[in-house]
């Protein structure tokens, strides 16, 4: 078993595979101040401990971004000229009461029974992508379902135009970039550049919704703009379309290709999710909790604390690592293997918990089962193709796979 002080938390092995490094922490330093000066909380019981005192753990992080120079003063802030959009502080990285109000606003979109409603929209993309991956009997899974699949549906649910999904992707895996911890000042530069640009674009989205609101999140909050213009304001509501946006596609990608991998990976779990598509529901939260989209999320002490009988002194920059605490053996029993069978699936952290719980959760929930599922459905057998290396986008923030080429075999006649 790793000793903590072996492992490098910033390197490309530990990015790659942080299994060995979450165990150590777990096992060795309950509060861990990485190279860059952010300090990290590892164990199940603590991370949701924080996660519920938000007097002392803010979530208002406007503006503060990770570089990778692995400096104590890496924390920078994002220069926007002056006159052009500005970032603010809104849902995730928003305290109460504003949060509050922001939250209540843009859970229409994203309620159980919303999501249901739009279940056959999502049938019928996946069914269309998978169909065509069928048909060419290889390929990537990411690029070809994985990725446009949760695209094409928040782009469509926020009543953006579908002809901008490839624009839109380009911009949204930036923004995500920025706080990926492991960026060069030039990438961390081209990165700003564009969520500059992601920025004034949602601008000019949401002025042509305060015109004309339509049925979608734009036309949301157009309307709760006109309400209550002191708690959504123009430069607020943009700052949440870019939250929006890049969380709604980025988890879920992340989402669908790493429960394909799992899948892939264990012969006995793809004939048991073949024989009983019923467990398909089970395997999504087994994924959720062992490859955590979002390895984990900032806040900020604003007093004095303690975590695992350590201080942690206010004005702190920290790190609450779900995918860590997911896989805490405190809290889940055999925690490193699938298991379909548990009492409290859902008992895991990979959408947050407390008020900062994923909003977009039942979504993305039903978008990764749907494609499970439709692939299931429509072929006889998976399996890994040749030419994987099973890499990761380098990144302390996101855990997704950059390609995953695999073969199908089709339903035979009959």
Known sequence: MAELASLDALSDAVVQEPADFYTALRRDAPLYRLPNGVYVISRFEDVQRATLDTDTFSSNLVAIIMSGTGRTEDAQLLEISAGAEQPTDVLAIADPPQHTRHRRVTNRAFTPRRVAAIESRIRELAGSLVHGFIERGDGDWVDGVAVPLPMTIIVELMGLPVKDIGYLKTLSDSAVATLSGVNTEAQMAEHSARVLELLQYMGARFDEALRAPGDNVLGDLARATREEGDFFTREGVVGMLLQLLTAGNESTSSLIGSAMLLLLRDDTLQRRLRDDPALVEAFIEETLRLESPFKGHFRITRRDTEVGGLPLPAGSRVMLLWGCANRDE?????????????????????????????????????????????????????????????????????????????????????
Do not use: K
């Open 330 to 414: 405190d809290a889940f029993d055999a925690a490193a293997r699938v298991d379909l069978s548990r009492q409290h699936p859902r008992r895991h952290m990979a959408f947050g918990y407390g008020i900062h719980q994923c909003i977009g959760a039942p979504l993305a929930r039903a978008e990764a089962r749907i494609a499970i599922e439709t692939i299931l459905e429509q072929s006889a057998w998976l399996r890994l193709a040749p030419g994987n290396d099973f890499s990761y986008i380098p990144s302390l923030l996101v855990r997704g796979l950059r390609e995953l080429r695999i073969a199908c075999d089709p339903v035979g006649p009959g």
